[in-house]
C-alpha cells in the first residue's frame, strides 16, 4: 500500500475552520467564556459537536485558536535592518493584538485564566512565548550588527514589552474594544524609546526628541522643583526664601 492509499479521511477545510472559529469568537463575545459551551458554538456554526472535538481537544484550546486568529499574528518579521525598526513592528503588532474586538475578547479569557490552569497554559503559549521568542531574535540580531553589547536573559526583555502593553490597554476603564487603530499605533510609538533605553541602544537624534516629547507631556508632581519663582510683570525675579536668610 502506497502513502497516498494509506492516507484516510479528506483534508480540513481551511475555510470551515475559520467559520468554526469566528463562531466561537461570536458566542464568546455574547456569552463570555463562562457560558460558552462546545453545543452552542456548534449550534450557531451548524455543525455537529464531533466536528469540533475532532479539530480541538477541549474546550480552552477551541477559545484560544479562535482570539488568535482574529488577533495580528506575531509572525517573525523580515530584518528591517535596525534594532528600532524591528522593534517599532513589534510593538506595532502587539498593541493591535490588545485592542480592537480581539483585544477584548483576550482581556476576557486573561481574567477567566486565573480559574483555569489550562486555558492559562494555552493563552500562554498563543499570545505569550511567541513574543519572547521573536524578542530574543531581534536582540541576536541587534548584538551580530554591534547596535547593543550582548544581553544576558534577553528571554525576560520580551516581558518588558508585554507588561506596559497589558497595563496602557487592559488596566484601563476604557475597554480595549473602544481604542481604536490610531491610538493603537501612537501608543506603540511612544513606548519605543523607552525599550530601546532597556537594551542599552545608543538613541539618535529621533529617539531622544520623542522620548523628551513623552516626558514633557506627563505632569509635575509636587516632588519636582518648580523652578524659580515667576516675577509679577514689570518686576525683578523673587529671591527663594533660601537665599533671603543666607543674606540676614
Do not use: C
Request: glycine share 8%; charged share 25%.
Amino acid at each position: 500500500m502506497t502513502g497516498t492509499q494509506a492516507r484516510r479521511g479528506r483534508p480540513r477545510d481551511a475555510s470551515r475552520d475559520r467559520a468554526l472559529l469566528a463562531a466561537t469568537l461570536a458566542v464568546l463575545t455574547e456569552s463570555g467564556y463562562g457560558g460558552l459551551t462546545t453545543a452552542a458554538v456548534a449550534s450557531r456554526a451548524g455543525v455537529s459537536t464531533a466536528t469540533l472535538y475532532r479539530r480541538w481537544p477541549s474546550k480552552e484550546v477551541m477559545v484560544v485558536d479562535a482570539a488568535a486568529a482574529y488577533a495580528k499574528e506575531l509572525t517573525t518579521q523580515p530584518d528591517t535592518g535596525t534594532l528600532e525598526g524591528d522593534l517599532r513592528a513589534l510593538l506595532r503588532d502587539k498593541a493591535a493584538s490588545l485592542t480592537g474586538i480581539e483585544g477584548g475578547v483576550l482581556r476576557t479569557l486573561i481574567g477567566e485564566a486565573a480559574y483555569s490552569p489550562s486555558l492559562a497554559e494555552a493563552l500562554t503559549n498563543a499570545f505569550m512565548v511567541p513574543v519572547r521568542e521573536r524578542m530574543a531574535e531581534i536582540t541576536q540580531r541587534a548584538v551580530d550588527r554591534g547596535e547593543i553589547p550582548p544581553v544576558e536573559h534577553a528571554d525576560l526583555l520580551g516581558d518588558l514589552l508585554i507588561g506596559p502593553m497589558m497595563s496602557k490597554f487592559f488596566l484601563t476603564p476604557l475597554p480595549p474594544s473602544q481604542v481604536d487603530a490610531a491610538t493603537a499605533e501612537a501608543t506603540a510609538d511612544r513606548m519605543l524609546p523607552f525599550l530601546l533605553r532597556a537594551f542599552g541602544h545608543q538613541g539618535h537624534g529621533g529617539e531622544r526628541e520623542v522620548a523628551a516629547r513623552t516626558v514633557s507631556s506627563l505632569p509635575r508632581t509636587r516632588w519636582e522643583s518648580p523652578g524659580p519663582t515667576a516675577a509679577p510683570q514689570g518686576g525683578a525675579p523673587r529671591e527663594s526664601r533660601s537665599a533671603d536668610a543666607s543674606n540676614e
